[in-house]
């Protein structure tokens, strides 16, 4: 008559060890003579097969494994373009990789007359083992294009990618603006239309809280094209139904982002709150919804937090700031960025996070939502902590993908002044979480 009480027992303990137990880490790369160092991560799962994982930072990296993260293979990327950072690595419904990233045609980076002129893409088909030399974006020299971001239609495969025109990067000129530019393919990334610009604010080129900056596009259940982006204290948000022929005369104003998007955190010599936007087309009860995730300071410069706000009428209206983090305040949390498992309509958050210690001590953590963003449970998933330095160029973001109960974040880490890749292959039960 014990058994059955037993075996609750084992199961609770069981269900208690799954949500407390350490997520394992697994380190990517490292800082090398002779490489620049890595930083800026982004990873895709294989939509045919999670197994199958594409990882990628700063400048040229490329890691990729096809046994679920038991083992990974690293390679520098090539292209008669030159690969130049910015990369932004997405998967299409037929299995093929895609690996965006900025331009040095020159090979002399900031020495050279082109470098940003345009971006690049490059496609592999076979898992991320070969890929093409890369087909060209939006090339407008001597203007200067950067931090873009891809999406795609995995309906009917069409490419879409948004990001920042600068008429000359780092200008203080008033004459000279920064515009959100948009391109599709819908040749699998082969050729590209010709980009227009979809803000209706122009910003300035400083790179700074009034340049207009972190466009990540997103699409909707009916194909709808879905972009938001940070400029002046406020996030704007844009539209289009007609593969983005034609967008929304008046950007609709999100959130007011206070701090702006170029936030101060020690330790950190570059931090940016810039938007992630995703919507869900799962069949969940949230279908259609459009969420948005950001950092500000609206508690303060000592209490950067990450926020979500959200859209069930395909962005007229917006949803009050909700709060990721789950800490008492006064503590840092910064450089964030979500994804959805569109097979469940699950929201994954990633972030660092200061709230367990009382220096410059940082962990990630990642929240997940399983009610569209109304509540969230935040878990540690970084083994140990780091101390970043404000010396040491630390990248502009994390990044973090989410397949069929699979969860991978990736994100860069800081031991002794060197910077490091790692990431973690996540399962839903991992988190304790139960359908």
């Not at 490329?62 to 990974?72: E, F, I, P, Q």
């Not at 803000?199 to 972190?214: F, M, P, R, S």
């Not at 303060?300 to 949803?319: C, M, N, Q, R, Y």
Request: proline fraction near 4%; glycine fraction near 8%.
């Amino acid at each position: 008559m014990y058994k059955p009480l037993l075996l609750s027992l084992i199961l609770v303990a069981l269900s208690i060890f799954s949500t407390t137990a350490q997520i394992k880490n697994i380190k990517l790369d490292e800082a090398a003579a002779g490489s620049y160092p890595p930083s800026e991560p982004s990873i895709a799962i294989n939509l045919n097969d999670i197994d199958n994982i594409v990882a990628a930072a700063i400048l040229d990296k490329v890691y990729t494994t096809k046994d679920g993260g038991k083992s990974w293979t690293k390679k520098r990327l090539k292209s008669s373009y030159g690969v130049y950072g910015d990369p932004a690595v997405i998967s299409s419904a037929y299995g093929c990789f895609y690996y965006f990233h900025l331009s040095d045609p020159s090979g002399k980076g900031w020495q050279g007359e082109e470098i940003l002129d345009r971006m690049v893409v490059q496609k592999s088909k076979n898992g991320g083992v070969k890929w093409n030399n890369g087909y060209s974006i939006g090339l407008n020299h001597p203007k200067d294009q950067d931090k873009e971001w891809p999406a795609i239609n995995q309906k009917n495969g069409n490419i879409y990618l948004t990001w920042t025109q600068f008429d000359k990067y780092g200008s203080k000129e008033a004459s000279d603006k920064s515009n959100i530019l948009f391109s599709k393919s819908t040749e699998g990334g082969k050729n590209w239309s010709a980009p227009i610009a979809i803000n209706e604010l122009q910003g300035d080129c400083i790179d700074d809280d009034k340049t207009v900056e972190g466009a990540v596009p997103t699409v909707g259940p009916n194909g709808e094209i879905y972009v938001a982006w940070s400029y002046d204290d406020k996030i704007y948000f844009d539209r289009s139904v007609d593969e983005g022929t034609t967008w929304l005369e008046k950007d609709v104003e999100v959130a007011n982002q206070i701090g702006g998007w170029a936030l101060d955190i020690p330790g950190i010599n570059r931090c940016n709150g810039m938007p992630i936007t995703i919507c869900d087309v799962s069949n969940s009860p949230y279908n259609g919804t459009i969420y948005v995730n950001y950092a500000d300071q609206t508690n303060g410069e000592d209490d950067t937090d990450i926020w979500l706000v959200k859209s069930t009428d395909k962005g007229a209206t917006w949803s009050a700031p909700k709060r990721v983090n789950d800490d008492k305040t006064g503590k840092q949390q910064f450089l964030t960025w979500m994804s959805i498992d569109q097979t469940t309509g699950y929201i994954y958050i990633v972030f660092y996070d200061r709230r367990n210690h009382e220096d410059l001590n940082t962990d990630v953590y990642l929240a997940y939502s399983t009610d569209g963003g109304e509540t969230f449970i935040n878990k540690k998933i970084s083994e140990s902590p780091f101390i970043p330095s404000g010396d040491v160029f630390f990248g502009d973001y994390t990044n973090i993908a989410a397949h069929k109960g699979r969860i991978c974040p990736v994100w860069t880490k800081m031991d002794d002044g060197k910077t490091s890749i790692w990431t973690a292959v996540i399962s839903e039960g991992d988190l304790g979480i139960e359908r």
